[in-house]
């Protein structure tokens, strides 16, 4: 069974920062590589940071500077440090697992239930 478990969301001071986690279970990481996702109301899904398992990151340039993405392969869990925060952020963010690049691209991507942040003053 796998399953993304989300957390570290809320309310939170524009400049202000929250981290948020994402606990995988039933997914090998050595060949997912894992990424954040956001979507504020009315508006499309957006890509915000990925990590390969080799630890290759790669963002959206709308965070670099202020977003910072990492794994602990030990505890399987993957992180999202958010710093600066502008009211524009304010979206629900998703975990996603993706194996593509190492099963193809029919293999199932995973995506966790989505956890609220909203920054406002």
């Known amino acids: 069974q796998v399953q993304l478990v989300e957390s570290g969301g809320g309310l939170v001071q524009p400049g202000g920062s929250l981290r948020l986690s994402c606990a995988a279970s039933?997914?090998?990481?050595?060949?997912?590589?894992m990424g954040w996702y956001r979507q504020a109301p009315g508006k499309q899904r957006e890509m915000v940071a990925h990590i390969t398992s080799g630890g290759s990151t790669n963002y959206a340039n709308f965070v670099k500077g202020r977003f910072t993405i990492s794994g602990d392969n030990a505890e399987n869990t993957v992180y999202l440090q958010m710093n600066s925060l502008k009211a524009d952020d304010t979206a629900v963010y998703y975990c996603n697992a993706d194996p593509r690049v190492n099963r193809g691209s029919s293999a199932r991507v995973y995506w966790g239930q989505g956890t609220q942040v909203t920054v406002s003053s």
């Open positions: 039933g997914i090998t990481f050595s060949i997912y590589a």
